[in-house]
Protein backbone atom coordinates (compact mmCIF):
# COMPACT_ATOMS: atom_id res chain seq x y z
CA UNK A 1 0.00 0.00 0.00
CA UNK A 2 0.93 3.79 -0.09
CA UNK A 3 -1.00 7.12 0.18
CA UNK A 4 -4.07 7.66 -1.44
CA UNK A 5 -3.50 9.12 -5.12
CA UNK A 6 -5.49 12.15 -3.79
CA UNK A 7 -3.07 12.62 -0.45
CA UNK A 8 -3.06 16.26 0.93
CA UNK A 9 0.46 16.98 1.31
CA UNK A 10 1.14 20.67 2.47
CA UNK A 11 1.18 23.04 5.58
CA UNK A 12 -0.33 24.42 8.03
CA UNK A 13 -0.76 28.42 9.67
CA UNK A 14 -2.94 30.25 11.70
CA UNK A 15 -4.10 33.80 10.92
CA UNK A 16 -2.58 35.16 14.42
CA UNK A 17 0.94 33.57 13.91
CA UNK A 18 1.48 35.00 10.69
CA UNK A 19 -0.82 37.75 9.60
CA UNK A 20 -0.16 40.51 11.18
CA UNK A 21 -2.37 43.70 10.24
CA UNK A 22 -3.77 43.54 13.46
CA UNK A 23 -5.58 46.60 13.39
CA UNK A 24 -6.09 46.46 9.76
CA UNK A 25 -8.79 47.30 7.40
CA UNK A 26 -12.00 47.17 10.40
CA UNK A 27 -10.32 44.05 12.36
CA UNK A 28 -11.27 43.98 16.03
CA UNK A 29 -8.46 42.98 18.74
CA UNK A 30 -8.68 39.00 19.42
CA UNK A 31 -7.01 37.31 22.27
CA UNK A 32 -3.68 36.95 20.68
CA UNK A 33 -3.17 40.52 20.13
CA UNK A 34 -2.37 40.85 23.70
CA UNK A 35 -0.16 37.52 24.07
CA UNK A 36 3.62 38.97 25.14
CA UNK A 37 6.93 37.74 24.26
CA UNK A 38 8.99 37.74 27.88
CA UNK A 39 12.41 37.76 26.56
CA UNK A 40 14.15 37.04 30.37
CA UNK A 41 11.88 34.31 30.75
CA UNK A 42 12.79 30.56 29.93
CA UNK A 43 11.41 29.15 26.93
CA UNK A 44 9.98 26.00 28.50
CA UNK A 45 7.78 27.82 31.13
CA UNK A 46 4.88 27.51 29.14
CA UNK A 47 2.99 28.79 32.32
CA UNK A 48 5.16 32.03 32.61
CA UNK A 49 4.19 32.65 29.11
CA UNK A 50 0.35 31.76 29.33
CA UNK A 51 0.47 33.54 32.75
CA UNK A 52 -2.70 36.44 31.87
CA UNK A 53 -4.46 38.94 34.43
CA UNK A 54 -7.01 41.03 33.80
CA UNK A 55 -4.30 44.30 34.17
CA UNK A 56 -1.80 42.53 32.03
CA UNK A 57 -4.34 42.16 29.42
CA UNK A 58 -5.29 45.97 30.24
CA UNK A 59 -1.78 46.99 29.60
CA UNK A 60 -1.70 45.43 26.45
CA UNK A 61 -5.05 47.22 25.17
CA UNK A 62 -3.33 50.69 26.20
CA UNK A 63 -0.06 49.61 24.49
CA UNK A 64 -0.77 50.42 20.65
CA UNK A 65 2.83 48.87 19.28
CA UNK A 66 3.75 45.52 18.78
CA UNK A 67 6.99 45.35 20.18
CA UNK A 68 6.50 43.38 22.94
CA UNK A 69 3.39 41.47 21.09
CA UNK A 70 4.25 40.04 18.23
CA UNK A 71 1.12 38.29 16.87
CA UNK A 72 0.06 42.08 15.89
CA UNK A 73 2.33 41.43 13.52
CA UNK A 74 3.32 38.32 12.33
CA UNK A 75 5.04 37.89 9.26
CA UNK A 76 2.97 40.22 7.55
CA UNK A 77 1.02 37.84 5.65
CA UNK A 78 -1.24 40.13 5.33
CA UNK A 79 0.29 41.54 2.65
CA UNK A 80 2.88 38.69 1.37
CA UNK A 81 0.09 36.15 1.02
CA UNK A 82 0.29 36.05 -2.92
CA UNK A 83 4.32 35.47 -2.51
CA UNK A 84 4.15 32.91 -0.09
CA UNK A 85 1.38 30.55 -1.60
CA UNK A 86 3.75 30.81 -4.72
CA UNK A 87 6.21 29.15 -2.85
CA UNK A 88 3.85 26.90 -1.58
CA UNK A 89 2.87 26.22 -4.57
CA UNK A 90 6.50 25.84 -6.06
CA UNK A 91 6.81 23.19 -3.31
CA UNK A 92 3.76 21.15 -4.82
CA UNK A 93 1.18 21.89 -1.51
CA UNK A 94 -2.04 19.64 -2.47
CA UNK A 95 -3.36 21.51 0.22
CA UNK A 96 -2.99 24.42 2.96
CA UNK A 97 -4.20 24.72 6.49
CA UNK A 98 -5.30 28.09 7.31
CA UNK A 99 -7.62 29.67 9.86
CA UNK A 100 -9.95 32.89 9.89
CA UNK A 101 -9.37 35.37 12.47
CA UNK A 102 -12.83 35.98 13.93
CA UNK A 103 -11.96 39.29 15.05
CA UNK A 104 -11.66 40.50 10.30
CA UNK A 105 -15.44 39.25 10.28
CA UNK A 106 -17.32 40.26 13.50
CA UNK A 107 -14.39 42.77 15.30
CA UNK A 108 -15.58 42.64 18.81
CA UNK A 109 -17.96 39.20 18.04
CA UNK A 110 -21.27 40.93 18.55
CA UNK A 111 -22.21 43.00 15.58
CA UNK A 112 -24.97 42.02 13.46
CA UNK A 113 -23.36 42.59 10.13
CA UNK A 114 -19.97 40.92 9.15
CA UNK A 115 -16.87 43.25 7.88
CA UNK A 116 -16.89 43.56 4.62
CA UNK A 117 -13.18 44.42 4.05
CA UNK A 118 -12.59 41.07 6.07
CA UNK A 119 -14.76 38.77 3.84
CA UNK A 120 -12.98 40.23 0.78
CA UNK A 121 -9.46 39.69 2.12
CA UNK A 122 -10.25 36.17 2.53
CA UNK A 123 -12.57 35.64 -0.63
CA UNK A 124 -8.97 36.59 -1.93
CA UNK A 125 -6.94 34.32 -0.53
CA UNK A 126 -8.89 31.63 -1.68
CA UNK A 127 -8.91 32.68 -5.02
CA UNK A 128 -5.17 32.68 -4.95
CA UNK A 129 -5.06 29.19 -3.64
CA UNK A 130 -7.78 28.07 -5.90
CA UNK A 131 -5.22 29.56 -9.14
CA UNK A 132 -2.52 26.72 -7.90
CA UNK A 133 -4.89 24.14 -7.31
CA UNK A 134 -4.07 24.06 -3.75
CA UNK A 135 -7.28 22.49 -1.55
CA UNK A 136 -7.93 25.16 1.53
CA UNK A 137 -8.49 23.41 5.08
CA UNK A 138 -10.30 25.97 7.07
CA UNK A 139 -10.09 26.22 10.97
CA UNK A 140 -12.95 28.46 11.95
CA UNK A 141 -11.65 28.96 15.54
CA UNK A 142 -7.55 29.05 15.93
CA UNK A 143 -6.15 30.81 18.77
CA UNK A 144 -7.79 34.07 17.84
CA UNK A 145 -11.35 34.62 19.48
CA UNK A 146 -12.62 38.40 20.03
CA UNK A 147 -11.06 40.08 22.87
CA UNK A 148 -14.10 41.79 23.70
CA UNK A 149 -15.79 38.37 24.39
CA UNK A 150 -13.10 37.55 26.83
CA UNK A 151 -13.44 41.03 28.86
CA UNK A 152 -17.71 40.72 28.43
CA UNK A 153 -18.18 37.66 29.16
CA UNK A 154 -15.07 35.37 30.23
CA UNK A 155 -15.41 34.09 27.00
CA UNK A 156 -16.83 30.51 26.22
CA UNK A 157 -17.99 30.33 30.14
CA UNK A 158 -21.14 32.05 28.62
CA UNK A 159 -23.66 30.10 26.82
CA UNK A 160 -23.78 33.44 24.20
CA UNK A 161 -20.73 32.79 22.48
CA UNK A 162 -22.43 29.43 20.88
CA UNK A 163 -24.85 31.93 19.33
CA UNK A 164 -22.18 34.48 18.24
CA UNK A 165 -19.52 31.83 17.03
CA UNK A 166 -22.29 30.09 15.12
CA UNK A 167 -23.20 33.42 13.56
CA UNK A 168 -19.75 33.57 12.76
CA UNK A 169 -19.55 30.31 11.10
CA UNK A 170 -22.39 30.67 8.93
CA UNK A 171 -21.05 33.43 7.49
CA UNK A 172 -18.13 31.79 6.58
CA UNK A 173 -19.62 28.96 4.47
CA UNK A 174 -21.84 31.31 2.95
CA UNK A 175 -19.17 33.56 2.38
CA UNK A 176 -16.11 31.08 1.01
CA UNK A 177 -18.03 27.32 0.45
CA UNK A 178 -17.56 27.61 -2.99
CA UNK A 179 -13.49 27.36 -2.21
CA UNK A 180 -13.98 25.45 0.51
CA UNK A 181 -15.18 21.53 1.26
CA UNK A 182 -12.81 20.67 4.44
CA UNK A 183 -13.44 22.78 7.94
CA UNK A 184 -12.82 22.86 11.18
CA UNK A 185 -14.37 24.27 13.98
CA UNK A 186 -11.61 24.59 17.17
CA UNK A 187 -7.95 23.87 16.57
CA UNK A 188 -6.84 21.61 19.66
CA UNK A 189 -9.97 21.66 21.44
CA UNK A 190 -8.63 19.73 24.82
CA UNK A 191 -6.08 22.68 25.09
CA UNK A 192 -8.73 25.05 27.10
CA UNK A 193 -7.34 23.42 29.98
CA UNK A 194 -3.67 23.69 29.99
CA UNK A 195 -3.77 27.71 28.04
CA UNK A 196 -7.74 29.22 29.04
CA UNK A 197 -7.29 32.10 27.62
CA UNK A 198 -6.27 31.81 24.40
CA UNK A 199 -8.13 28.80 23.82
CA UNK A 200 -11.29 30.25 25.52
CA UNK A 201 -10.54 33.49 26.58
CA UNK A 202 -10.92 32.66 30.16
CA UNK A 203 -9.44 35.40 32.16
CA UNK A 204 -8.49 33.66 35.62
CA UNK A 205 -9.18 37.02 37.62
CA UNK A 206 -13.10 36.79 36.42
CA UNK A 207 -13.49 33.44 37.97
CA UNK A 208 -15.17 32.43 40.90
CA UNK A 209 -12.15 31.44 43.84
CA UNK A 210 -11.48 28.22 43.51
CA UNK A 211 -13.40 27.72 40.78
CA UNK A 212 -11.26 27.79 37.32
CA UNK A 213 -12.33 23.92 36.72
CA UNK A 214 -16.08 24.55 36.73
CA UNK A 215 -14.94 27.09 34.01
CA UNK A 216 -13.10 25.39 31.74
CA UNK A 217 -15.30 22.22 31.14
CA UNK A 218 -18.33 24.65 31.32
CA UNK A 219 -16.30 26.57 28.34
CA UNK A 220 -15.65 23.07 26.45
CA UNK A 221 -18.75 22.25 26.92
CA UNK A 222 -20.67 25.18 25.33
CA UNK A 223 -17.49 24.35 22.20
CA UNK A 224 -18.64 21.17 21.60
CA UNK A 225 -22.27 22.16 21.55
CA UNK A 226 -21.30 25.17 19.01
CA UNK A 227 -18.66 22.75 17.04
CA UNK A 228 -22.07 20.34 16.78
CA UNK A 229 -24.74 23.22 15.47
CA UNK A 230 -21.61 24.60 13.08
CA UNK A 231 -21.74 21.70 11.46
CA UNK A 232 -24.98 21.33 10.54
CA UNK A 233 -25.01 24.58 9.45
CA UNK A 234 -21.60 23.43 7.25
CA UNK A 235 -23.52 20.25 5.68
CA UNK A 236 -27.11 22.05 5.04
CA UNK A 237 -24.92 25.27 3.65
CA UNK A 238 -22.28 23.35 1.74
CA UNK A 239 -22.98 20.54 -0.48
CA UNK A 240 -20.35 17.56 0.09
CA UNK A 241 -18.56 19.90 2.68
CA UNK A 242 -16.71 17.91 5.33
CA UNK A 243 -16.45 19.29 8.97
CA UNK A 244 -13.76 17.77 10.86
CA UNK A 245 -12.61 18.09 14.84
CA UNK A 246 -9.23 18.45 16.16
CA UNK A 247 -7.24 17.15 18.83
CA UNK A 248 -3.90 17.86 20.47
CA UNK A 249 -2.13 14.14 20.19
CA UNK A 250 -0.43 13.94 23.39
CA UNK A 251 -0.02 10.44 23.48
CA UNK A 252 1.72 9.45 26.54
CA UNK A 253 3.59 6.05 27.84
CA UNK A 254 4.38 5.20 31.06
CA UNK A 255 7.96 5.71 32.07
CA UNK A 256 8.29 2.21 33.64
CA UNK A 257 6.42 -1.08 33.64
CA UNK A 258 5.43 -0.26 37.58
CA UNK A 259 1.41 -0.66 37.22
CA UNK A 260 0.71 3.30 39.20
CA UNK A 261 3.18 4.84 36.20
CA UNK A 262 0.75 2.54 33.60
CA UNK A 263 -2.36 3.73 35.40
CA UNK A 264 -1.02 7.66 35.43
CA UNK A 265 -0.65 7.48 31.89
CA UNK A 266 -3.87 5.34 31.06
CA UNK A 267 -6.07 8.49 32.99
CA UNK A 268 -3.68 11.11 30.79
CA UNK A 269 -4.74 9.29 27.39
CA UNK A 270 -8.28 8.70 28.00
CA UNK A 271 -8.68 12.50 29.39
CA UNK A 272 -7.27 13.74 25.68
CA UNK A 273 -9.14 11.03 24.20
CA UNK A 274 -12.30 12.17 25.90
CA UNK A 275 -12.78 15.62 23.87
CA UNK A 276 -12.77 13.67 20.41
CA UNK A 277 -14.95 10.92 21.68
CA UNK A 278 -17.84 13.55 22.72
CA UNK A 279 -17.48 15.25 19.08
CA UNK A 280 -17.17 11.77 17.23
CA UNK A 281 -19.38 9.22 18.95
CA UNK A 282 -22.16 12.07 20.25
CA UNK A 283 -21.59 11.78 24.02
CA UNK A 284 -19.82 12.32 26.93
CA UNK A 285 -18.46 9.29 28.02
CA UNK A 286 -19.12 7.76 31.12
CA UNK A 287 -15.71 7.47 32.45
CA UNK A 288 -15.22 11.41 31.90
CA UNK A 289 -18.41 12.16 33.73
CA UNK A 290 -17.44 10.38 36.49
CA UNK A 291 -14.25 12.17 37.03
CA UNK A 292 -15.98 15.49 35.99
CA UNK A 293 -18.39 14.34 39.61
CA UNK A 294 -14.97 13.46 41.51
CA UNK A 295 -13.44 16.74 40.37
CA UNK A 296 -16.61 18.84 41.62
CA UNK A 297 -17.55 20.42 38.25
CA UNK A 298 -21.51 20.30 37.33
CA UNK A 299 -21.83 21.02 33.78
CA UNK A 300 -24.53 23.56 33.28
CA UNK A 301 -26.55 21.99 29.90
CA UNK A 302 -29.91 22.60 27.89
CA UNK A 303 -32.19 20.16 27.30
CA UNK A 304 -31.65 19.65 23.68
CA UNK A 305 -27.72 19.92 24.15
CA UNK A 306 -27.22 16.21 23.98
CA UNK A 307 -29.45 16.02 20.88
CA UNK A 308 -27.39 18.21 19.19
CA UNK A 309 -24.19 16.47 20.02
CA UNK A 310 -25.63 12.80 18.95
CA UNK A 311 -27.02 14.37 15.98
CA UNK A 312 -23.89 16.75 14.37
CA UNK A 313 -20.69 14.60 14.83
CA UNK A 314 -17.49 15.32 12.98
CA UNK A 315 -16.65 13.42 9.58
CA UNK A 316 -12.90 12.88 9.88
CA UNK A 317 -10.18 13.40 12.85
CA UNK A 318 -7.69 15.86 12.57
CA UNK A 319 -4.48 16.06 15.22
CA UNK A 320 -1.49 17.92 15.72
CA UNK A 321 1.59 15.32 16.72
CA UNK A 322 4.78 17.14 17.43
CA UNK A 323 6.10 14.68 20.70
CA UNK A 324 5.32 12.00 22.92
CA UNK A 325 5.52 12.25 26.88
CA UNK A 326 5.54 10.15 29.67
CA UNK A 327 4.10 9.82 32.94
CA UNK A 328 5.04 8.43 36.47
CA UNK A 329 4.86 7.93 39.68
CA UNK A 330 7.83 8.98 41.33
CA UNK A 331 7.57 12.92 41.72
CA UNK A 332 11.31 13.75 41.50
CA UNK A 333 11.96 12.02 37.99
CA UNK A 334 13.19 14.67 35.76
CA UNK A 335 10.49 16.61 33.61
CA UNK A 336 10.85 18.21 30.34
CA UNK A 337 8.88 20.35 28.44
CA UNK A 338 6.49 19.73 25.11
CA UNK A 339 3.43 21.22 23.18
CA UNK A 340 2.50 23.67 26.38
CA UNK A 341 2.49 20.53 28.52
CA UNK A 342 5.14 18.89 30.76
CA UNK A 343 5.77 15.50 31.16
CA UNK A 344 8.51 12.86 32.65
CA UNK A 345 11.79 12.78 30.46
CA UNK A 346 11.93 10.41 28.06
CA UNK A 347 15.43 8.57 28.33
CA UNK A 348 15.24 6.96 24.76
CA UNK A 349 14.36 10.17 22.97
CA UNK A 350 16.30 13.13 21.42
CA UNK A 351 15.10 16.52 22.81
CA UNK A 352 14.97 19.42 20.57
CA UNK A 353 16.20 22.96 22.17
CA UNK A 354 12.92 23.67 24.04
CA UNK A 355 12.81 20.51 25.56
CA UNK A 356 10.49 18.56 22.94
CA UNK A 357 11.15 15.09 22.73
CA UNK A 358 11.42 13.59 19.63
CA UNK A 359 9.23 10.28 18.41
CA UNK A 360 8.61 9.30 14.81
CA UNK A 361 7.29 5.79 16.37
CA UNK A 362 4.96 7.92 18.76
CA UNK A 363 3.63 9.01 15.22
CA UNK A 364 2.79 5.70 14.18
CA UNK A 365 1.49 4.40 17.68
CA UNK A 366 -0.78 7.32 17.58
CA UNK A 367 -2.38 6.49 13.90
CA UNK A 368 -3.04 3.22 15.04
CA UNK A 369 -5.00 4.24 18.37
CA UNK A 370 -6.84 7.24 16.77
CA UNK A 371 -8.34 4.77 13.79
CA UNK A 372 -9.12 1.86 15.62
CA UNK A 373 -10.88 3.79 18.27
CA UNK A 374 -12.71 5.89 16.02
CA UNK A 375 -12.93 4.38 12.73
CA UNK A 376 -13.80 7.74 10.74
CA UNK A 377 -10.80 9.59 8.28
CA UNK A 378 -7.76 10.92 9.85
CA UNK A 379 -6.00 14.02 8.76
CA UNK A 380 -2.41 14.88 10.67
CA UNK A 381 -2.62 19.03 10.46
CA UNK A 382 0.40 20.01 12.58
CA UNK A 383 3.71 18.36 12.85
CA UNK A 384 7.15 19.92 13.15
CA UNK A 385 10.37 20.74 15.09
CA UNK A 386 11.25 23.89 16.15
CA UNK A 387 14.90 24.81 15.64
CA UNK A 388 17.08 27.77 15.58
CA UNK A 389 18.43 28.01 11.65
CA UNK A 390 21.89 30.08 10.79
CA UNK A 391 21.64 31.91 7.24
CA UNK A 392 25.24 31.76 5.71
CA UNK A 393 26.59 34.48 3.77
CA UNK A 394 25.43 33.32 0.28
CA UNK A 395 21.85 33.04 1.81
CA UNK A 396 21.47 29.40 2.01
CA UNK A 397 20.41 27.53 4.99
CA UNK A 398 21.77 23.98 5.90
CA UNK A 399 18.35 22.52 8.32
CA UNK A 400 19.21 18.81 7.94
CA UNK A 401 17.56 18.28 11.20
CA UNK A 402 14.56 19.33 9.80
CA UNK A 403 14.99 16.92 7.03
CA UNK A 404 15.64 14.37 9.57
CA UNK A 405 13.02 14.84 11.90
CA UNK A 406 10.21 14.83 8.81
CA UNK A 407 11.67 12.13 7.03
CA UNK A 408 11.61 9.80 9.73
CA UNK A 409 7.65 11.01 11.13
CA UNK A 410 7.03 10.58 7.17
CA UNK A 411 8.05 7.31 7.45
CA UNK A 412 6.21 5.90 10.25
CA UNK A 413 2.92 7.95 8.93
CA UNK A 414 3.65 5.49 5.70
CA UNK A 415 3.94 2.35 7.78
CA UNK A 416 0.35 3.14 9.57
CA UNK A 417 -1.23 3.35 6.21
CA UNK A 418 0.06 0.12 4.96
CA UNK A 419 -1.58 -1.29 8.04
CA UNK A 420 -4.62 0.10 6.98
CA UNK A 421 -5.35 3.57 8.53
CA UNK A 422 -7.43 5.52 6.06
CA UNK A 423 -5.43 9.14 5.80
CA UNK A 424 -6.73 12.12 3.65
CA UNK A 425 -3.71 14.40 4.21
CA UNK A 426 -0.20 16.10 6.19
CA UNK A 427 0.10 19.27 6.74
CA UNK A 428 3.10 20.49 8.06
CA UNK A 429 3.44 22.75 11.25
CA UNK A 430 4.72 25.22 9.86
CA UNK A 431 5.72 26.04 5.90
CA UNK A 432 7.02 29.12 6.81
CA UNK A 433 8.39 30.61 10.01
CA UNK A 434 6.01 32.31 11.95
CA UNK A 435 5.73 33.34 15.80
CA UNK A 436 5.82 31.01 18.70
CA UNK A 437 2.22 30.15 19.66
CA UNK A 438 3.28 29.35 23.39
CA UNK A 439 6.51 31.38 23.48
CA UNK A 440 5.60 34.67 20.73
CA UNK A 441 9.35 33.75 19.55
CA UNK A 442 10.58 34.56 16.14
CA UNK A 443 13.90 32.25 16.72
CA UNK A 444 11.86 29.17 17.70
CA UNK A 445 11.45 28.57 13.60
CA UNK A 446 9.16 25.52 12.09
CA UNK A 447 9.37 26.60 8.14
CA UNK A 448 11.07 25.34 4.96
CA UNK A 449 10.52 29.25 4.17
CA UNK A 450 12.94 31.55 6.36
CA UNK A 451 11.41 34.63 7.01
CA UNK A 452 14.06 37.31 7.95
CA UNK A 453 13.10 38.68 11.15
CA UNK A 454 14.43 38.22 14.81
CA UNK A 455 12.07 38.39 18.02
CA UNK A 456 12.12 41.77 18.67
CA UNK A 457 10.67 42.34 15.59
CA UNK A 458 13.78 43.34 13.28
CA UNK A 459 14.26 42.63 9.58
CA UNK A 460 13.71 42.55 5.96
CA UNK A 461 10.84 39.89 6.15
CA UNK A 462 12.52 38.88 3.17
CA UNK A 463 11.52 35.09 2.29
CA UNK A 464 14.68 32.65 2.06
CA UNK A 465 14.20 28.44 0.76
CA UNK A 466 15.76 26.42 3.60
CA UNK A 467 17.63 22.76 2.02
CA UNK A 468 14.19 21.68 3.75
CA UNK A 469 12.07 23.61 1.01
CA UNK A 470 13.80 21.31 -1.85
CA UNK A 471 13.11 18.18 0.00
CA UNK A 472 9.47 18.69 0.67
CA UNK A 473 9.18 18.96 -2.91
CA UNK A 474 10.73 15.77 -3.92
CA UNK A 475 8.52 14.58 -1.27
CA UNK A 476 5.04 15.57 -3.00
CA UNK A 477 6.21 14.89 -6.22
CA UNK A 478 6.47 11.54 -5.85
CA UNK A 479 3.95 11.15 -3.06
CA UNK A 480 5.97 10.14 -0.03
CA UNK A 481 8.01 7.68 -2.18
CA UNK A 482 11.44 9.02 -1.96
CA UNK A 483 12.46 10.76 0.97
CA UNK A 484 16.10 10.97 1.02
Known amino acids: MSFRKDFLW ?4 SANQVEGAWNSDGKGMSVADVAS ?4 LNVTDYAGHNKITLSMIKEAIDDKSTKFYPKRRGINFYNHYKEDIALFAEMGFKSLRLSIAWTRIFPTGEENEPNYDGIKYYENIFKELKKYNIEPIVTLSHYEMPLNLSLKYNGWVDRKLIGYFVKFSKVCFESFGKYVKYWLTFNEIDSVGRHPFITAGIIPDQCEEGKLNNAIYQALH ?6 ALATKECHEIIKDSKMGCMLTKLTTYPNTCNPNDV ?8 GNYSHADIQIF ?12 NLGVEIKMEDNDEIILKENTADYLAFSYYMSRTESSDSTKEKTAGNTIMGVKNPYLPSTEWGWQIDPVGLHISLIE ?23 EDGTIHDSYRIEYFKEHIIEMKKAVDMGVDLLGYTSWAPIDCISVSTSQMSKRYGFIYVDQDDDGNGTLKRLKKDSFFWYKKVISTNGEILE
Not at 37 to 40: E, R
Not at 222 to 227: I, L, N, T
Not at 263 to 270: I, K, Q
Not at 285 to 293: D, I, R, Y
Open 10 to 13: GGAI
Open 222 to 227: HQYVAA
Open 282 to 293: GEYPKLHKTFLK
Open 263 to 270: LLSLSSNL
Open 37 to 40: YKPN
Open 370 to 392: LYDRYRIPLMIVENGMGAKDVVL
